[in-house]
């Protein structure tokens, strides 16, 4: 099959376009013919600092030789003690290895995609759909009448991150660039600020809630925009921008800080859950939230497209599409 594979030998990205062994599933694993996947900036981590995808190796117990996590298709075939699907089920969810015609992951890490959702919308959902979800709902704790501030409102959480604040009842002010306001509106923000002419941790005015994915000024910046038991939720390393070591300072400063301040101060990385998947397509499938597709690659573009969603200017998600 053909797929990409990380090689430090192939400039100028450290990826290549190749033949490769079809996986053969695990017992509770499904394959996937695999329609579409996405890119998220966890992508470029993984590419660019060896630390990060060594760290994520040992938490998955698992040698990471393929790019990749979003994932849309059908499933292929299926392990023994798989349940749930069976050869020709449309599924969603995150498979490692996703930029690849077939993929395997465990059952557990996808959901059935809704007839009426398209292949391409399915594969931008995992993984920024559910950061935006678990981030607000779970970790924000974000209700009906709350006011929240979304710092990074234009790109692939954010955008989801608007909608589903807008769902839950909240107050959306969007944080974003210029040539994106128009559609942060659309997409239900109540304010939108332009960080290029605004500075939201200047401006006076406090927030029940933060949700960060840009992760650009210091914590006493963001605690002037918080209101005393106000929330921060920074959406991992992706919204802190810190290293593996800077992570690990960063969580006894907040440690020490807890004894004194009565704001808190999350970080967090999604949970990729059948549930939280389901409810994500509903949303969609309902109309209540629309995945917004910044640009669609082809597999053997992969670097071109981990490249330009490095450099943070794209509006919504990078879709890559199997021709």
Do not use: W
Not at 90 to 103: D, I, K, L, R, W
């Amino acid at each position: 099959m053909k797929a990409i594979v990380y090689d430090k030998s192939a400039l100028p990205d450290g990826l290549r376009y190749a033949e490769i062994e079809k996986p053969t599933p695990a017992e509770d694993e499904v394959l996937i013919r695999v329609h579409a996947a996405s890119v998220n900036p966890l992508d470029y981590h993984l590419l660019r600092h060896s630390t990060i995808r060594r760290v994520v190796e040992t938490l998955g117990r698992q040698k990471t030789s393929q790019p990749g996590r979003d994932v849309a298709g059908e499933v292929e075939g299926t392990g023994p003690r798989v349940t749930q699907f069976k050869p020709g089920d449309a599924v969603f969810g995150s498979a490692p290895g996703a930029f690849a015609e077939y993929a395997c992951t465990k059952e557990s890490r996808v959901a059935a995609k809704p007839v009426d959702i398209s292949i391409e919308h399915a594969a931008a959902l995992p993984v920024a759909g559910l950061t935006a979800l678990q981030g607000l709902r779970d970790y924000g704790r974000l209700t009906e009448g709350q006011s929240v501030l979304i710092n990074g409102a234009a790109g692939g959480i954010g955008t989801f991150a608007v909608q589903i604040a807008k769902h839950l009842g909240a107050k959306v002010t969007a944080v974003c660039s210029t040539g994106n306001i128009q559609m942060v509106r659309e997409l239900g923000a109540d304010g939108v600020i332009d960080y290029t002419v605004e500075n939201y941790t200047n401006n006076g005015t406090r927030y029940d809630l933060i949700f960060d994915i840009a992760g650009n000024h210091s914590l006493a910046e963001r605690r002037r925009a918080l209101k005393p038991q106000a929330t921060y939720v920074g959406a991992g390393m992706v919204a802190l921008n810190l290293s593996v070591p800077g992570l690990i300072v960063n969580m006894a400063t907040e440690s020490v800080r807890k004894q004194f301040v009565s704001q808190k101060f999350l970080t967090f990385i999604a949970k990729m859950t059948q549930e939280d998947l389901s409810s994500l397509a509903e949303l969609v499938r309902s109309g209540k939230v629309t995945p917004i597709i910044d640009r669609t690659y082809d597999l053997p573009q992969v670097p071109d497209a981990i490249r330009y969603l490095e450099q943070r200017h794209a509006r919504g998600k990078v879709v890559i599409t199997m021709n």
